[in-house]
């Protein structure tokens, strides 16, 4: 293949883009706004970047020493689920609003596909602390997110939901940790919630139903007397009820359904050319960006991605995930 060339001075501009010198030139890759205040950017090349972003993908620019080199559009994948777990959380009540550090453009494209109630777009990485404060002076606020730039939102929410497969700043800052990367069990989990709480309340009340009802009873009202084996009878029905009653959330819908689903759901994949942990990222990205891939676990040393299926993955799109990202497949179990 051809030859890297020497990449040195390499800086990351938070919110926008990177620079480095490549084999002795300044180079500068980010947004539009960021680009053109180093090089000149005509008319069709921005509406060719307008396009791209209504189109859900985000543009990047490229310059080298004032001279535009060109733009790439890169885009996330909406998971399959994604659509339906914004319409069931939207069905409780719930208000949901996608916060993100694309363009305006980009996010709202993205955000019609997936249904969500608001946008709030390019929003820089310390900016979204302070948008879930916004949000807060409306209500109690729920953050769900997955990376190092997620820690302070999550901290800041009423609750914090990370997704398990995110940074471990990101775990360590949530309230809850989602074993999957899916939305999908972010509506289970709020609906699990309501249904504990719920349960909680119905608990309450048969413990003290048989209290308020033969406590009276026991104290002589209205005559009668009662015999102490019937009170305590009663006491320990009282005790069976309350247990029954919370041992229903076992039966929870939900729960039962991913686990007849997770049940023999899973593959490896063998792959050869993975170096060290930023290779590990690049093929995890990948395989959970495909429909039905609730997360993958991905290993440089042992050369295997262990994926975990919620439905049929066909055995060549696994293969041209990772293959696209430079790795080679040797075989598929």
């Known amino acids: 293949g051809a030859a890297l060339p020497e990449v040195t001075g390499f800086s990351a501009l ?23 205040t180093l090089a000149p950017v005509d008319n069709v090349l921005a509406e060719r970047a307008d396009a791209l972003a209504k189109a859900g993908k985000t543009p990047l620019f490229f310059e080298e020493d004032g001279r535009l080199l060109g733009i790439i559009a890169v885009a996330d994948v909406i998971k399959s689920d994604s659509p339906e777990a914004v319409a069931q959380m939207r069905s409780m009540g719930i208000e949901v609003v996608m916060l993100t550090g694309d363009n305006e453009a980009t996010a709202r494209a993205i955000g019609s596909q997936v249904g969500v109630d608001d946008v709030i777009a390019g929003v820089l990485p310390d900016g979204k602390e302070k948008a879930i404060r916004d949000l807060q002076e409306k209500g109690k606020v729920a ?36 074993m999957n990367s899916t939305l999908a069990d972010v509506a289970k989990a709020i609906d699990l919630s309501r249904r504990t709480l719920r ?19 026991a104290a002589g009202l209205f005559g009668w007397k009662m015999n102490p084996m019937i009170g305590a009878a ?37 792959i050869e050319g993975m170096m060290c942990p930023h290779c590990e990222a690049n093929v995890k990205k990948a395989l959970e960006a495909l ?28 293969k041209k995930a990772v293959e696209d990202k430079g790795y080679k497949v040797v075989s598929i179990q």
Request: aromatic content about 6%; proline content about 1%.
């Open 14 to 36: 938070s919110g926008s883009g990177v620079t480095a010198v490549v084999a002795g030139r300044a180079m500068h890759g980010g947004s539009m706004a960021y680009i053109s």
């Open 143 to 178: 953050m769900v997110g997955d990376g190092i730039n997620d820690a302070p939102a999550l901290t800041r929410a009423d609750i914090g939901i990370a997704i398990g497969a995110g940074a471990d700043v990101a775990v360590d800052s949530a309230d809850i940790v989602l």
């Open 199 to 217: 349960n909680i309340h119905e608990n309450l009340f048969w413990a003290f139903f048989y209290n308020l009802i033969c406590i009276p009873l």
């Open 234 to 270: 009663a006491m320990s029905l009282s005790s069976f009820t309350v247990c029954m009653n919370a041992l229903r959330l076992n039966l929870y819908g939900a729960k039962n359904e991913n686990k007849k689903r997770s049940k023999n759901m899973k593959k490896t994949v063998n």
């Open 291 to 318: 429909a039905n891939v609730a997360s993958a676990e991905v290993s440089h040393k042992a050369g295997t991605a262990i994926l975990s299926l919620s439905g049929d993955v066909d055995d060549a799109a696994i």
